[in-house]
């Protein structure tokens, strides 16, 4: 059974840094893409960017790039979304998700719990 | 690269169809057959329900159906019941290969 495992929540302050995490299992990690999807309280889903753990390529969407970093650890099946410099506007529910399809480039088909992210001062 | 545009909200009563628009532009929905859709309840993670434009994930009901034209696409969901009222969003490839999510819908079974 495919699952995205994704670490808790967070009260942060502006200004701070955050790494937040997503455990794979129940499928090979290094072969499928995973991507990071924000939403904000209220509002719609935002695509941030996805990264590929076999070679850790990463796309950016232009709304987030710059804005935080994706990254994968092959070696114990999780990927991570991280911020630098926390902004009161990074609250938000952030989600993972996995393509554990072949031969597509959309859509995402299995996704983490969410983790909420709060940032106030 | 721009949202794309959905319907804020449709409604219908149990045992009718309805229909949901996503249009997009030729660099993403009219561009690729890599559009998905999805259905999130309150508090919950989205889950996919259409993907490549009019493929079901194994376990989605058949009543459920996607397809497109030019920049457009649309979800139809047919046989209405209380338990598809949620909101619903579309997705797309784009030509920065990346993906891109319209705006949701809510759809309200009366």
């Known amino acids: 059974e495919v699952q995205l495992v994704q670490s808790g929540a967070e009260v942060k302050k502006p200004g701070e840094s955050l790494k937040i995490s997503c455990k794979g299992s129940g499928y090979r990690f290094i072969s499928y893409w995973i991507g990071w999807v924000r939403q904000m309280p209220g509002k719609g889903l935002e695509w941030m960017g996805i990264?590929?753990?076999?070679?850790?390529?990463?796309r950016y969407s232009p709304s987030f790039q710059g804005q935080v970093t994706i990254s994968a650890d092959k070696s114990i099946s999780t990927a991570y979304l991280q911020w630098s410099n926390l902004k009161a506007s990074d609250t938000a529910m952030y989600y993972c998700?996995?393509?554990?399809?072949?031969?597509?480039?959309?859509?995402?088909?299995?996704w983490g719990q969410g983790a909420p992210v709060t940032v106030s001062s | 690269q721009s949202a794309l545009t959905q319907p804020a909200s449709v409604s219908g009563s149990p045992g009718q169809s309805i229909t949901i628009s996503c249009t997009g532009t030729?660099?993403?929905?009219?561009?690729?057959?890599?559009v998905s859709w999805y259905q999130q309840h309150p508090g919950k993670a989205p889950k996919l329900i259409i993907y490549d434009v009019s493929n079901r994930p194994s376990g989605v009901s058949n009543r459920f159906s996607g397809s497109k034209s030019g920049n457009t696409a649309s979800l139809t969901i047919s046989g209405l019941q209380a338990e598809d009222e949620a909101d619903y969003y579309c997705s797309s490839y784009t030509s920065r290969s990346t993906e891109v999510f319209g705006g949701g819908t809510k759809l309200t079974v009366l």
């Open positions: 030729s660099s993403d929905v009219g561009g690729y057959n890599y």
């Open positions: 998700a996995v393509r554990v399809r072949e031969f597509s480039y959309g859509g995402l088909d299995y």
């Open positions: 990264i590929y753990p076999g070679d850790s390529d990463t």
